[in-house]
């Protein structure tokens, strides 16, 4: 697939829940309110949803939400997509997961082809951590890590660059990714959905982030790419790699690559825009996949050129009215 920018869409990107067991800050209100299961497309619809992609050419599929690990039998998801890896088709089948089910998961996910696995994690404070996510026990995603470590996975751990949250916290978070062989990767919070709090407070711009670190840590720039938007750069001190999402200080779309899918079948050509395609009524029209391939098809040739995403004092509203969690991050 080629969009008219011409870019290759090779990378999707599915929500397949919009539920989670944390409500970090950043992310949700604490009174959220979820979608009713009707809505949502049953597991057997993800799969063949996702397999409508990969017979158009996406090599690499990444489960988020919400929290993926939370819903219902979701190894079975992962188990039948495992098939496009055995067949070739598919390159990649990865997650994006707060860790709080590593532990029970960690082995059946290898199992079924998963080699990466993203990880949340804002704090290595246990209150901290707490009061970031509402809800989570770093020390239950601490034993997911291990479990994810021990099972052979790679770990990316991701945290978001929260102003006066955890700027104080990023040295630590080197230097332990860099002792259990971690890749870091800071992230720049986005305006996307209402949150209970100003999103002003806590927006932190990586480049005096990066700034920051240069002062104590030597960084390379690095050519290293994973087919997400992070760009890397090499730590000489610890030999490991920090990656650093700068959707508002630099912005990168001109090198995007990558459609979201939410649970309940909408298709987002961009994480920035509010413009979406409707998969769920083709791929539920029948049994045959005409209809579906001619909407994906339809979607992509409209994908935008780009986001415009400001976090300004003046707007009192954020950029996009839907959650990170509905898109997936
Ligand atoms: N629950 C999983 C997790 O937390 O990793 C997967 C879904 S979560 C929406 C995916 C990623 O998006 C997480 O790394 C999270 O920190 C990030 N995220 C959520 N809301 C964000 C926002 N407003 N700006 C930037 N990143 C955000
Ligand atoms: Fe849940 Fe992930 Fe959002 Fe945190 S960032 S509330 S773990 S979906």
Redesign the pocket.
Known sequence: MIDPFGRHISYLRV?VTDR?D?R?V???AEDMTFLPKADVLTLEELDRLCSAFVRHGVKKLRL?????LVRKNIMSLFDSLGRHLKSGALEELT?????SQLAKYADDLVRAGVKRV???V?SLDPQRFRDITRRGDLAVVMDGLRAAKDAGLKVKI???ALKGVNEDEYDEMIAWCGREGFTLTL???????E?DQD?TDQYLPLSLVRARLQRRWTLDDSDFRTGGPARYARIAETGGLIGF?T?LTHNFCESCNRVRLTCTGTLFMCLGQDDAADLRAPLRAGADDAKLDAAIVEAIARKPKGHDFIIDRRQDK?ALAR???V???
Do not use: Q, W
């Not at 988020?64 to 993926?68: D, L, N, Q």
């Not at 992230?187 to 959905?193: A, D, R, V, Y």
């Open positions: 929500s989670c944390f970090c950043y992310c949700m988020t939400g919400g929290e993926p997650l994006t997961t707060n860790g993203n990880v949340s804002d991701n945290a978001v992230i720049e919070t986005m305006p996307l959905g949150i999103r999402i959707p954020p959650h990170m969690s898109t997936g991050g």
